[in-house]
């Protein structure tokens, strides 16, 4: 699975992003659940959202919650992050990840694919 994650650039306090997570084959893109996660310099990847093979079951982190939807498109073989209201905190490279586990995880260990990433940088 070759993921192309998109959608980043500079935005000012309480902006909107919406990121972008394509996969070219829809044979093994729907068959597998996805993750974002972020990066921010000198710090672990850590997780931000989830969401399950058919799109049914999808969770956060507390940081993010309320303020950022997981969703996909099988049909457009892509998964989306929309993040609204964004703080400088959330400056980072995120990062999409595929998984073949029925329930994604939380933790970049469980996920198999990673895209490239794409930069996020909020200002204030």
Avoid at 96 to 110: L, N, Q
């Amino acid at each position: 699975v070759q993921l192309q994650a998109s959608g980043g650039g500079l935005v000012q306090l309480g902006g909107s992003l919406r990121l972008s997570c394509a996969a070219p084959s829809r044979s093994t893109f729907s068959g597998y659940a996805k993750g974002w996660f972020r990066q921010a310099p000198g710090k672990e990847r850590e997780f931000v959202a989830a969401i399950s093979r058919r799109g049914s079951i999808t969770y956060y982190a507390d940081s993010v919650k309320g303020r950022f939807t997981i969703s996909r498109d099988n049909a457009k073989n892509t998964v989306y992050l929309q993040q609204n209201n964004l703080k400088p905190g959330d400056t980072a490279v995120y990062y999409c990840g595929a998984t073949s586990a029925v329930v994604p995880g939380r933790t970049p260990s469980g996920y198999e694919y990673w895209g490239q990433g794409t930069q996020v940088t909020v200002s204030s």
